[in-house]
Structures are given as C-alpha cells and as structure tokens.
C-alpha cells in the first residue's frame, strides 16, 4: 500500500480529533476577541452610526454565550465568529458614515456661512437705504439664529457629534435664503416708494 493512502487516514483522523477537541470546551478566546471588536465599536460610536451592525454583534455574542450555557460549544464558537464579524463591519461603517457626514457638515457650513455674509451685507445696505428698522428685524434676528446654530454645529463637530452637527444645520440655509428674501423684497419696496 502506498505511503499516501496509510497516512491519509491518520491525517484525517487527527483533523477530527482537534475538531471534537476544539469544541469541548467553551470558545472563551473567540468570545473575548468578539467582546473586543465590540467594545471597539462602541468607543468609535457604531451605536449611533452603524446601528444594525452593532445590534447584530451584540445579539451574535448574547446567542454564543447562551450556546455555552447549553453547553454547545461548536454553536457558541460560530456565534463568537459572528459576532466578530459583526463589529468589525461596524466600526468599518462607523468610520465611513462618519467620514461622510463630517464633509456634508463642512459643506453646508461654508454654504451657510457665505450666505450668511451676503445677508449681512444686504441688511447693512438696506439700512443705508432708508428701509424702516422693522422689516429689517425679523432678517437680523434670522441671521442671529443662523450664527448660534453654525456655533452649536461646531462645537458638535469638534466633539465628533456629527449626527449632532447636521441636526443643528437642519433647515438653517433654507432660514438664510427666507431672510436675504425679506431683506430684497423690502429693499425693493423702500425704492419704489423713493420713486414716487
């Protein structure tokens, strides 16, 4: 008989053995590397930002730690890897979802901070205008909410907040636009009032 064919089966044989050996006794490193990534994941904020991934590794390591309660330890092994897996994908997620809303943040802050400036701009030359100090009020005030909500933005965005951040963009450059209308619809209207 060949070499190959008596050593094949002995080969096998051992595979198994480690296989069975493997799996009579908790798969407490994998569990504790799974326990790690998710930890790992929580600290860079998978929480908020890759949510079923992260709900996905906790349930994975909750099932692995039930399998070892019920004394399934090849179970408990393929949940542990699962879990790993799990929250790796979620601090991949988290980094790029951060990434992501970090630039559409510094977009709409440059947008809203030129708008901004215009509508300065146009306040000051309305009131060289002669436009009556009651029209311009409503856009002065708008501007000012503008200015704190870009300042809440930023101090979201310097924390890492960026979920935060876009909340206190939300509906501000709409705000600006709304208040630089004001503005040239009541310079407007002082002109043709000059006219007359």
Avoid: W
Avoid at 53 to 68: C, G, I, P, R
Avoid at 129 to 140: I, Y
């Amino acid at each position: 008989m060949p070499m190959s064919r008596r050593v094949a089966p002995v080969l096998a044989s051992t595979a198994v053995a480690l296989l069975l050996a493997a799996c009579a006794a908790p798969p407490n490193k994998e569990m504790d590397r799974a326990q790690g990534a998710i930890d790992a994941a929580r600290a860079a904020g998978a929480e908020q930002y890759a949510t079923s991934e992260y709900a996905a590794a906790t349930a994975a390591l909750t099932s692995a730690n039930d399998a070892v309660a019920a004394g399934d330890y090849r179970l408990a092994l393929n949940y542990a890897l699962e879990s790993h897996e799990h929250a790796q994908n979620a601090a991949r997620e988290t980094a790029d979802t951060k990434a992501r809303m970090r630039a559409e943040v510094e977009r709409a802050v440059t947008d809203i901070t030129a708008l901004l400036a215009d509508g300065q701009a146009r306040i000051a030359a309305a009131g060289r205008a002669g436009v009556p100090r009651r029209l311009l009020t409503p856009p002065t005030d708008a501007l000012a909410a503008a200015r704190a909500s870009l300042q809440k933005a930023g101090e979201a965005v310097a924390a890492g907040d960026y979920l935060a951040a876009n909340a206190a963009l939300e509906g501000v450059k709409e705000g600006v636009e709304k208040a630089v209308a004001a503005l040239d619809a009541a310079a407007r209207s002082q002109s043709l009032r000059r006219r007359r």
